[in-house]
């Protein structure tokens, strides 16, 4: 079986919901045996104008000093999680002060197949690969050089997908929203104390709606149980 890519044949959906600097610490991951992830089964939110509210973005930029060339380093980033705080994916663009070209970073658990690589597509855009640069016991990372054009398409889009192909070679999508990337992006940037507090603010909000949504089904299945009894 051949599982040679297709670019820009594979159509992403939208979900939404960043990870640290690079010399920061690794993500959160899933026990070394975890199945391959799907994609979260709550619903995703609508898409909206990538200009969007910063404030409100899940998109988080944090800004540091390159300890090689001194240059002021700054990686715009979201990341992926369940409801249960559990990592799936992230995506990164990684951008050093005066350089014209920039590092795009998928981070994903492991169980993808690595000949094919990754791909990024935002929107219907031509997808760009990305080549798997190394894993550890829990995640992989994929990468490849783009420029300020693939930063252009994300502020004019609406979202943005990692797509990774499983073991039984099949295209697994993990896509992202653009709301509020353009604001974020061309934003100062925050420290890291600040990054991880925006983090840990947009994981509250999640479990909060996770549980919001959980009542809601309860009082819905408790609705219909009682249209449902029969009359004494």
Do not use: H
Not at 60 to 75: A, N, T, V
Not at 130 to 157: H, N, R, W
Not at 173 to 196: H, I, M, Q, S
Request: charged residues 20%; glycine residues 6%; positive net charge.
């Amino acid at each position: 079986m051949s599982y040679r890519w297709k670019i820009g044949s594979v159509r992403a959906p939208l979900l939404a919901t960043a990870a640290l600097l690079m010399v920061a610490s690794a993500p959160v991951a899933m026990a070394q045996d975890a199945p391959a992830p799907k994609p979260p089964a709550a619903k995703p939110a609508a898409a909206a104008p990538a200009a969007g509210d910063a404030a409100t973005s899940p998109w988080i930029k944090e800004c540091g000093q390159d300890p090689q060339s001194k240059k002021k380093l700054c990686i715009t980033s979201q990341e992926l999680r369940a409801d249960t705080n559990q990592f799936i994916a992230s995506i990164q663009l990684r951008k050093l002060e005066g350089d014209p070209k920039m590092a795009l970073t998928a981070i994903v658990l492991t169980g993808q197949l690595i000949q094919p690589g990754l791909l990024i597509q935002v929107d219907q855009n031509k997808a760009v690969p990305l080549k798997y640069v190394i894993c550890d016991p829990t995640v992989c990372y994929a990468q490849a050089e783009v420029d300020d054009a693939f930063a252009t398409s994300m502020k004019k889009g609406n979202k943005v997908a990692a797509i990774t192909m499983n073991p039984q070679g099949k295209p697994m999508v993990f896509p992202f929203g653009l709301n509020g990337f353009t604001k974020v992006y061309e934003g100062e940037g925050l420290d890291r104390a600040a990054g991880k507090a925006r983090r840990d603010a947009l994981q509250e909000q999640l479990q909060k709606n996770a549980e919001e949504n959980r009542q809601k089904l309860i009082e819905q299945q408790n609705k219909e149980r009682g249209e449902a009894a029969p009359a004494q």
